[in-house]
T-cell receptor, first 116, second 113 residues
Framework: DGGITQSPKYLFRKEGQNVTLSCEQN?????MYWYRQDPGQGLRLIYY???????QKGDIAEGYSVSREKKESFPLTVTSAQKNPTAFYLC???????????????FGDGTRLSIL | GQNIDQPTEMTATEGAIVQINCTYQ??????LFWYQQHAGEAPTFLSY??LDGLEEKGRFSSFLSRSKGYSYLLLKELQMKDSASYLC??????????????WGAGTKLIIKP
């Protein structure tokens, strides 16, 4: 079955620690995205990538970093510079880079990150 | 600025009909998506509108009026499993946003027996 796999489901971070959230897709999608979801707020875009070895900052990139070395993988690192990392993190992908496409974004099951 | 407004919470009865509204103010418009999200789970795609009018898909329908910056999601014959949050998202003009979506905060729908 094709889909997006995020791991781990739950993650705890200590002060001063960097943590990496995994996102793997076998849908052969070109574009991948990382969102942060906080209670009572819409999804906010952290980073996105339209092609391997290229990525762009979203609205809230400070304190985060990404890489896109393979088409299937788009890991997100939450660095110690992100002072309020507690949130639900969602990875998504989409097939078409066509701005007029009706293709939706497909989401992974999310990673819930908390501070110890 | 960019803004999407949805009611925070709605309550409806099993078997009834409910309409969830979404209004948007964006610099451009290139399609509107509705997603369903159960608590602690991934959002799942429900519908897409880019032209004015009604799109029907089983028990769910979605309507768009671009001139009014308005959409609604209509759920018929409500079932308990429809208890979830419903997210409205607008794709802004591609030259400005590179295919990004602007998301509303979601409407939590509670279904009562």
């Amino acid at each position: 079955d094709g889909g997006i796999t995020q791991s781990p489901k739950y993650l705890f971070r200590k002060e001063g620690q960097n943590v990496t959230l995994s996102c793997e897709q076998n849908l052969n999608h070109d574009a991948m995205y990382w969102y942060r979801q906080d209670p009572g707020q819409g999804l906010r875009l952290i980073y996105y990538s339209q092609i391997v070895n290229d990525f762009q900052k979203g609205d809230i990139a400070e304190g985060y970093s990404v890489s896109r070395e393979k088409k299937e993988s788009f890991p997100l690192t939450v660095t110690s510079a992100q002072k309020n990392p507690t949130a639900f993190y969602l990875c998504a992908s989409t097939d078409s880079l066509d701005s007029y496409s009706n293709q939706p974004q497909h989401f992974g099951d999310g990673t819930r990150l908390s501070i110890l | 600025g960019q803004n999407i407004d949805q009611p925070t919470e709605m309550t409806a009865t099993e078997g009834a009909i409910v309409q969830i509204n979404c209004t948007y103010q964006t610099s451009g418009f290139n399609g509107l998506f509705w997603y369903q999200q159960h608590a602690g789970e991934a959002p799942t795609f429900l519908s897409y509108n880019v032209l004015d009018g009604l799109e029907e898909k089983g028990r769910f329908s979605s309507f768009l009026s671009r001139s009014k910056g308005y959409s609604y999601l209509l759920l018929k014959e409500l079932q308990m499993k429809d208890s979830a949050s419903y997210l409205c998202a607008v794709r802004d003009h591609p030259l400005d946003s590179n295919y990004q979506l602007i998301w509303g905060a979601g409407t939590k729908l509670i279904i009562k027996p």
